[in-house]
Structure formats: C-alpha cells, structure tokens
C-alpha cells in the first residue's frame, strides 16, 4: 500500500513533548493492553527505546503529529479496530514465536481495514498481492477472497514474516522487505554491502524509507495514546463475544441473517471474505463468525447442539418476571437465552400437558 508522507504538518514544538499530554489523559481500560506489547515479549524495540527512534527520525515524528493532532479522530477509530484485530494477530505471532510488535505492520499496511485495496492490486488487512497470497495458500476466487479474512490472512502473514526474517535476520530489514519485496530488500543488501538497515535504506524507494518510520509511529501512538487523550473507539458492528460455526445448510448472509436475526451488515463485518455474501453448494468446509447469541440460534434451529429440555405449564411462559426451567428453582430472565429454536410439539408428561423451552441457562448452551 502506498505510504504518503502527510503535507502540511507542523513541526512538533519539542521532541520531548512527543510524550506529553495536550489534554487529561483518557481512563484506563483492561483491553487497552491489547495495543501494547509487554517489554518482556519485545524483539524488535524495547518500549524505553521507543521514544528514541521516533524523536531521530523527522518522518516519524511527522507521522506522530498525524495520529495525535491533525488525525485524532481517525486515530480514535484506528485504535478501536486494533481492539478487534489485534488480539487475533497476537494470537497467530505467539504461535510461530515471532514477535507481537508485528501487528503494528497492519495499521501501516491497511489501517486496519479489510476492505482496503491498493492501486497495484493488494487486498486486506495484511495488504497481499494475488501472486503472495496463493503462494501462502490464500484461496482467491469469484466468490472469496481469504486476503479479507483476519485469520486466514493473518496466519499468512505471520509465515511469510518468518521466512523473510529466516532470510534477513534483521527485523528491520524485515519490515522494509513486507513493503518492498523480498528481491528488491536483497538487492539494496547486496549493493549496501551491510545489513543495517540505515546503509540499506539509501538503495531503498523512498516509500519504503519512510514505512519504517511510520511503523516506528504507529507503535508509539499505540502505546502512549491516552497521553494524547485519544480514547479508541471499537466500532458496534465488531462489539461483543464471537464463536466460529460451520453453515453447510445453508449458502448465502440473507439466510444466514434470517435464521440468526443478525443484520446482514454485521454478517458481512465479520466475514469480509464472502465477496458477495454467497458460496457454492456442496461445500462443507465453509464456516462464518457470528456472535456468539447469533451462533446458538443458528446451531439449534438444525438441532445441532444438546438442547435442554423442560416441560413448562403453557402459563410459564408468559409470566414476565420468572420462569420455572428447572424446578424447584426460579430463574431470572435476564440468565436466559432465547435461542429461538424450532416450535416443539407438545408432549405429555405426567398426565400433563406440557411443550418444549426454547429457552436455556447462558453457561450450559
């Protein structure tokens, strides 16, 4: 992806005050941990180092000004994806051992976005062309595209991080080899005579002199965002807990959304690699995100998970406060779920009348 260097931006008034706070610093937050990575895990810089390398680089410290001052809106939302993402990409680098401040390439490459695509063909979060992703075994074809999909592409990504570092041994190297190639990085190698990275970079396009810089930045503003008061907002559509399904059932986000009652909107924010919300029949492998209240729905309209059932009296279930699942006990409304499953037919039970509960206790479903 194209890395343009911000016009029109201001020199920071001291570089000691990159760190400083322009407002009262944002509440602290659990998940905001997410956006950091903790120094004993850091293989690329240490985070006291981190300062550093922004303040020796004026590129850097333009794009700083870029996430804080002048983009402080748009970095707002940036950070509230990484809330989604980033976990995810910490999940796959801890699988392959490699560094988790890895994931700051993706805010570089695509802004956290998987609709991105460039002028000269890449897609997705990680930003692959066609040619880099089949060779990573990302399927493309009319009806998906796997570079959209966070984890497809992610475990892609990671791998293909690895080889470049089995290649470079220097994670500089290896993130400037991410934007320009692997070829081109080993020319501008060859000809530097070196592998550092500040001889290298002069045999390098300037785009890829500055990527490093702007990932230098990104790291930075992820880690020191609250002194800037930016608070990062994590988009609705992305909200809540999620759980992974299979839908051979079914073939399109328009069935999917009517059995589930999720919008088709939100469907598609989770698996943006259905490009048009449809897959062929017959295929069995095929599995979606959904939240996870969507999940269940779907697994007990097909009676695909162990449903517990009670013989309710035909006036339990319209009675507002309670209702009696599991006798002698009386549970709150608010620890069920309606899965909406399928209408039971009646059965007789004790010489009673009774009918299925669709409704089931969150923690046994």
């Known amino acids: 992806m194209n ?25 602290a937050n659990p998940d905001y941990d997410f956006l950091r990575v903790h120094p004993v895990q850091s293989n690329i810089f240490l985070k006291e180092k981190l300062t550093k390398l922004v303040e020796s680089n004026p590129h850097s410290r333009e794009y700083v000004e870029m996430y804080t001052v002048t983009g402080k809106t748009h970095t707002a939302a940036l950070l ?19 560094p988790l401040e890895l994931k700051y390439l993706s805010m570089v490459e695509s802004e956290l976005r998987t609709d991105v695509e460039s002028g000269s063909g890449a897609v997705g979060l990680w930003q692959f062309m066609p040619s880099t992703a089949k060779h990573y075994g990302l399927r493309i074809e009319n009806w998906l595209d796997e570079r959209r999909d966070p984890e497809a592409a992610t ?17 500089e190297l290896v993130v400037g080899a991410y934007n320009c190639g692997s070829g081109r990085m080993r020319r501008a190698v060859r000809k530097a005579g070196s592998n550092d990275f500040a001889q290298v ?18 790291a930075y503003v992820s880690f020191h965002f609250q002194d800037f008061n930016i608070a990062p907002q994590l988009p609705l559509a992305l909200s809540g807990g999620t759980k992974r399904i299979d839908v051979s059932e079914i073939h399109s986000f328009q069935e999917l959304s009517r059995i589930c009652k999720l919008s088709i909107a939100k469907i598609k924010r989770f698996n943006p690699q259905y490009l048009n919300g449809t897959w062929p ?3 069995q492998e095929l599995s979606v995100l959904l939240t996870e209240e969507a999940a269940l729905r779907y697994l007990a309209h097909f009676n695909r998970i162990p449903q517990r059932i009670d013989v309710l009296p035909e006036e339990a279930l319209a009675n507002d406060g309670y209702l009696p699942v599991t006798q002698p006990y009386r549970i709150l409304n608010s620890l069920l779920i309606n899965l909406g499953g399928r209408t039971s037919t009646p059965e ?18």
């Open 201 to 218: 970079a002069r045999h390098l396009p300037e785009q890829t002199q500055e990527y490093l810089a702007k990932f230098y930045a990104a």
């Open 80 to 98: 509230g994806r990484a809330l989604y993402y980033f976990p995810i990409f910490e999940r796959h680098l801890s699988d392959q051992h490699m």
């Open 281 to 283: 029949e017959g295929n």
């Open 348 to 365: 007789r039970t004790q010489g009673k009348r009774g009918y299925y509960s669709k409704y089931f206790l969150k923690e046994e479903v």
């Open 155 to 171: 475990g892609a990504a990671v791998v293909y991080l690895k080889d470049l570092y089995a290649e470079f041994r220097n994670w």
């Open 3 to 27: 890395i343009k260097r911000p016009r029109g931006v201001y020199k920071l008034l001291l570089v000691s005050c990159i760190a400083m706070s322009y407002t009262s610093p944002t509440k």
